[in-house]
């Protein structure tokens, strides 16, 4: 089936320093969503992309639909310690509207 | 406030005895999920619901059942839990009948001894 390749599965950094994270696919998707998760809590939605080459920001969060839309990355910019969290890329598979498939995480952490 | 609610949120049992974790979204969306998160193995979904009475099996069934009677609730039913339905449950919802953008609640952490 699908898969969605995250790695590495921990990055540390430092307080106001940039970060992107990538997510791979061998298959091609339709949709690319990022997620984070504090601690004890749901996933919540940060960005969604729905067109091949599409660049989104949400505040100091930017994410890309990759131009082959085998990939998307998400960029954050000058990181705050409440960046804290595990960061999901999850897509839907052309003509798959019955689920999303996930990538496993990646954790971050921001030293202050 | 738009939100996907669960209950409990917190559940320890025992093996064999029948549970129901609810899931309650009040965004009038078609399309519910379950999952359960694991260390190392991420989200996997477990059934999915495109509409009321349209379920359907998602990657890690076996276990579990699940109803949709109305749009709005979309309860697990683990008739027989065992030690490794130990896990994190996560409901989730989106707008149409399909997997869209989707709105997680809570969580409920399920241990079965």
């Known amino acids: 089936g699908q898969q969605l390749n995250q790695s590495p599965q921990s990055m540390f950094i430092q307080e106001g320093e940039d970060v992107s994270m990538n997510c791979t696919s061998s298959?091609?998707?339709?949709?690319w969503l990022w997620y984070k998760q504090d601690p004890g809590e749901g996933p919540v939605l940060l960005i969604a992309l729905y067109k091949a080459g599409e660049l989104t920001s949400n505040g100091r969060l930017t994410a890309q639909f990759g131009i082959t839309r085998k990939d998307s990355f998400l960029n954050i910019s000058a990181s705050i310690p409440s960046d804290v969290g595990i960061y999901f890329c999850a897509g839907r598979v052309t003509g798959a509207n019955s689920k999303l498939t996930f990538g496993k995480g990646i954790t971050l952490s921001v030293r202050p | 406030e738009a939100q996907v609610t669960q209950n409990p949120r917190y559940l320890i049992t025992v093996t064999g005895k029948k549970l129901t974790v609810t899931c309650s979204q009040n965004m009038n969306h078609e399309y519910m999920s379950w999952y359960r998160q694991d260390p190392g193995l991420g989200l996997r979904q477990i059934y999915y619901s495109m509409n009321v009475e349209v379920t359907d099996k998602g990657d890690v069934p076996e276990g579990y059942k699940v109803s949709r009677k109305e749009k709005r609730n979309f309860p697990l039913i683990l008739e027989s839990p065992s030690p490794n339905q130990t896990s994190l449950y996560f409901c989730?919802?989106?707008?149409?009948?399909?997997?869209?953008?989707?709105?997680f609640g809570p969580g409920t952490r399920l241990t079965v001894t």
């Open positions: 989730a919802s989106s707008l149409g009948g399909a997997a869209n953008e989707q709105y």
């Open positions: 298959s091609i998707f339709n949709t």
